[in-house]
C-alpha cells in the first residue's frame, strides 16, 4: 500500500493506492466525522462494487445509504444531481454524513458538488474506479456538474477527506477506458516531470497489461504531481492552469464532435500533440521530442490524430473554453518534455497551422 498526502493545511488529507483499498475499513473509518455514510454510485458500478463496501462499513457498525445514478456525462446533471439530494433528505443524513463516492469521475464530480453543497458542505470521501478518476479528477477538489451548454460550468471547489484508490478496480476497467486514463498520466510527465516521462517510455507496455508494480508506482506518481500543483495552487490563479495541457484543444474536439465519439483522454491526447505541434513551431520543442510524445501516445494505444473538424470551427469551439481569460485564448505549451508554459501569445497563423497538422 502506498499513502502520500495533499498538503492543504487544515484541510489536507491522504491517498491510499493499492489493492484491497475498497475494504480496508482502517484506512476509511478515522475520516468518518460520524458513524455514518451515503455511497453514491452508478449503474455499472454498483454490481461490481457496492456490497463490498457496503459490507465492510456495515461490518464496522456504520449505518450505510446508498445511491445509485443512471451512467454516463450526459446525466451529470441538476435532474440527476437531485436524486442524491433526495436520498440525503429521505435518510434525514445530516451535516455530518460522510458522502463517499463510489465511481468513475462522473460519480466523484456530483457526489463532490452535492456534498459541497449539502447543509452548506458535508464531508466526502473519493473512491476512484477509473485510471482517470485515480490519477486526476479524485484528487484537488474541483467537483462539478454540466450545464446543457457548457462542460463543468456550475461547481465548487470542496476537498475530499481522503482518496481511497483501490488498484484491483482497473481489471473490470474497459480498455479504452484505461488508455484514456493514461492520457492524463502521460500529461503529468509533459508538464513537469520528465523522468516520469522518461519511465512511461519503459513501462508503457506493463502498465497497460495491469503489472501491480508498474501500475501503483504510475497512479501515484501521477497523484503525487497533481497533489504539488494543488497544494501550490488550490484555485487555479496560476501554476494549476498547467494541469489544462491539451485540454483546450481537446474541449474543441469533445464538443465540436458532439460528446459521442471522442473519450476525454482521447480528445487531450490530441490536444497535446496540438499543443506540441505549437510548441515545435514556436521553437521550443525539436522533432525528436514530438516524435517521442507522439510515440507515447500510440503505445497507450491513443490517437495521434483528430477528426475531421474544419479549423475555424476548432478555433470557435476554443474560444469557448473556460480558460479563456479576458477575451484572451490563454494556451498551454511545451518548452521541452517536461516543461510547460501559459501563454497567451500564439500568432493564429501559427495556431492554425498547428491544428490542421492533426486535423
Ligand atoms: P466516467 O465516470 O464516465 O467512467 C467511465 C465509464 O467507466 C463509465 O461507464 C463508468 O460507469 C465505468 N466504470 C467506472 N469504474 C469502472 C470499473 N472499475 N469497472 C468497469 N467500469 C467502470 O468517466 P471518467 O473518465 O472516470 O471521468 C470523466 C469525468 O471526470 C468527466 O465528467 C470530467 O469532467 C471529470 N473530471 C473531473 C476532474 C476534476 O478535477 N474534478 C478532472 C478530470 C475529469
Ligand atoms: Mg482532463
Known amino acids: 500500500m502506498r499513502e502520500l498526502a495533499v498538503d492543504l493545511g487544515e484541510r489536507s488529507y491522504p491517498i491510499f493506492i493499492g489493492s484491497g483499498v ?104 473519493q473512491m476512484p474506479t477509473t485510471l482517470l478518476a485515480q490519477v486526476d479528477s479524485s484528487v484537488g477538489g474541483k467537483t462539478a456538474i454540466n450545464h446543457p451548454r457548457g462542460k463543468n460550468m456550475i461547481g465548487a471547489f470542496h476537498q475530499p477527506r481522503a482518496v481511497l484508490i483501490d488498484t484491483d478496480t482497473l481489471a473490470t476497467l474497459p480498455l479504452r477506458e484505461l488508455r ?21 517510455e519503459g513501462h508503457m507496455e506493463a502498465v497497460l497489461a495491469l503489472e501491480p508494480g508498474p501500475v501503483a508506482f504510475a497512479i501515484e506518481r501521477s497523484c503525487r504531481n497533481k497533489a504539488e500543483v494543488v497544494a501550490a495552487d488550490e484555485t487555479e490563479r496560476g501554476e494549476r492552469a498547467l494541469l489544462n495541457l491539451g485540454h483546450t484543444f481537446g ?31 514556436l521553437g521550443w520543442l525539436d522533432e525528436s521530442e514530438l516524435a517521442r510524445i507522439e510515440g507515447l501516445l500510440i503505445r497507450a494505444g491513443l490517437p495521434v490524430q483528430g477528426p475531421a473538424l474544419p479549423v475555424d470551427e476548432m478555433l470557435h469551439w476554443m474560444a469557448g473554453d473556460k480558460k479563456v481569460s479576458g477575451g484572451r485564448l490563454r494556451l498551454v505549451l511545451l518548452q ?19 491544428i490542421a497538422a492533426r486535423s
Open 22 to 125: 475498497l475494504t480496508a475499513h482502517e484506512l476509511l473509518l478515522p475520516h468518518l466525522e460520524q458513524p455514518r455514510a451515503v455511497l453514491v454510485t452508478n449503474e455499472t458500478v454498483a454490481p461490481l462494487y457496492l456490497e463490498r463496501v457496503t459490507t465492510m462499513l456495515e461490518r464496522h457498525a456504520v449505518r450505510v445509504d446508498s445511491v445509485v445514478l443512471p451512467d454516463g456525462e450526459q446525466y451529470k446533471n441538476w435532474q440527476t444531481l437531485e436524486k442524491v439530494y433526495d436520498t440525503l433528505v429521505d435518510t434525514r443524513a445530516e451535516r455530518a454524513t460522510t458522502l463517499i463516492a463510489l465511481g468513475g469521475g462522473v460519480v466523484g464530480d456530483m457526489t463532490g458538488f452535492a456534498a459541497a453543497t449539502w447543509q452548506r458542505g458535508a464531508p466526502f470521501v
Open 180 to 200: 484514456a486514463g493514461l492520457a492524463e498520466v502521460i500529461k503529468y510527465g509533459l508538464i513537469r516531470d520528465a523522468a516520469f516521462f522518461d519511465w512511461l
Open 251 to 281: 474541449h474543441a474536439i469533445e464538443t465540436g464532435t458532439g460528446y459521442v465519439d471522442w473519450l476525454h483522454g482521447e480528445a487531450v491526447a490530441v490536444g497535446m500533440l496540438m499543443a506540441a505541434e505549437v510548441s515545435l513551431r
Open 336 to 354: 521541452g518534455l517536461g516543461k510547460a508554459v501559459v501563454t497567451a501569445d500564439v500568432p493564429p497563423s501559427v495556431l492554425r497551422a498547428a
